[in-house]
């Protein structure tokens, strides 16, 4: 199984600033995605991060407000960008392995304010 | 219609009972299934593969009817650990992945 390590696990920002989040694996993982969870709520794909090309967005989600790096197999970041208090979530990285078992980080708990 | 769905729930139901929710899903064409479990303010994990002849681990039986097009899961002899949210979780094809809304359940003394 995969580790997922996921930072950071929370921050409190000002509205029209910008977050980066990262998301390191210990191993190998075939695919890699983001995912947005509200409070009660399910998750919410947002991207899929491809390896060394731009992420496939999901219908809602932009580049320009979610942009994803996936410079290798093995490290992800996304970032929210010129954030409003709308973007207060938990922001989850997770990657799946040849079994299709997902593996998530701890999530990043994001506060606008 | 969501293309997959599930019952919120909660589900309150006393220690030691059998408790089962369904998933429903929309693509006849999904290859595989999953149930994960989400503790209060922790990721997901896991709980187990939903096979088409059904599995079992333990206390935990998970079950798929592709004519119906759902998926179960069994829980017996409920322990108080087993509060949780369970999420279904079905894979439209391999790079498609969707997350139910979650059943959320609550296990009493």
């Known amino acids: 199984s995969a580790v997922i390590s996921q930072k950071p696990s929370r921050d409190i920002c000002q509205r029209g600033t910008s977050l980066t989040i990262q998301c390191q694996v210990d191993?190998?993982?075939?695919?890699m995605f983001w995912y947005r969870q509200q409070p009660g709520q399910s998750l919410t794909l947002i991207a899929t991060a491809n390896q060394g090309s731009e992420a496939t967005y999901e219908s809602g989600f932009v580049i320009d407000k979610f942009p994803i790096s996936r410079p290798n197999l093995t490290f992800s970041t996304l970032t929210v960008s010129n954030m409003s208090p709308e973007d207060s979530s938990i922001y989850l990285c997770?990657?799946?392995?040849?079994?299709?078992?997902?593996?998530f980080g701890e999530g990043s708990r994001l506060t606008v304010l | 219609r969501k293309e997959v769905e599930q019952d919120p729930g909660p589900f309150n139901v006393p220690e030691g009972a059998t408790v089962a929710f369904n998933c429903t899903y929309s693509?006849?064409?999904?290859?595989?299934f999953f149930w994960y479990r989400q503790d209060c303010r922790k990721e997901p994990k896991l709980l187990m593969s939903?096979?088409?002849s059904g599995n079992e681990d333990g206390r935990f039986t998970a079950q798929l009817n592709r004519a119906s097009q759902y998926i179960s899961l069994l829980i017996r002899d409920s322990k108080l650990s087993d509060s949780a949210t369970y999420l279904c979780v079905v894979y439209s094809s391999a790079s498609k992945i969707i997350f139910g809304s979650g059943t959320r359940l609550s296990i009493r003394p």
């Open positions: 939903v096979y088409s």
């Open positions: 693509n006849s064409a999904s290859q595989s």
């Open positions: 191993s190998q993982v075939t695919m």
């Open positions: 997770s990657g799946s392995d040849t079994t299709g078992e997902l593996f």
